[in-house]
């Protein structure tokens, strides 16, 4: 099993990132906006639309606001796989830089390339969406 570890570093409030983090049900919206287009809750899980035309169906494992730590397990889909979850935890650096470990294991091996992409572009744009939001001085939702 592959396992894809990403650190990401941002400039803002622990608690705003957080806060996005959390909000499983707008990620098209508040962290990844142009990589995943529409995000439609369901019992337990959310459906995930990717600007690919990928959708997935992610089990939602967790959402822990002591630890800062979300969790999900893909269960369906065109991502899905003999095995896929990931988390990412919130990391506070101080009072306006935090950290997301976004850690997501995978089976089989030959999808690595393929998720590891989606990773460093869902990284990518998280980061910029979030500490634009922290430069206009926009409140948690």
Not at 30 to 35: E, Q
Not at 82 to 105: F, K, P, Y
Request: aromatic share 4%; net charge negative; hydrophobic share 45%.
């Amino acid at each position: 099993m592959a396992t894809i570890h990403k650190e990401i570093l941002i400039e803002a409030c622990p608690e705003n990132v957080w806060a996005a983090v959390r909000d499983v049900g707008e990620v098209h919206q508040r962290l990844v906006p142009g990589v995943v287009i529409a995000t439609r809750l369901e019992d337990g899980a959310r459906l995930v639309t990717f600007a690919s035309g990928a959708v997935a169906r992610e089990l939602i494992v967790d959402v822990d606001d002591e630890a800062r730590r979300f969790a999900y397990a893909v269960v369906e889909g065109s991502l899905h796989a003999a095995h896929h979850n990931a988390s990412m935890q919130v990391i506070a650096e101080g009072s306006h830089l935090c950290r997301v470990d976004w850690i997501t294991d995978v089976l089989p091996n030959s999808l690595v390339p393929r998720v590891r992409a989606l990773v460093e572009q869902g990284a990518d744009v998280m980061k910029q969406t979030l500490e634009e939001e922290a430069a206009r001085g926009a409140p948690t939702r």
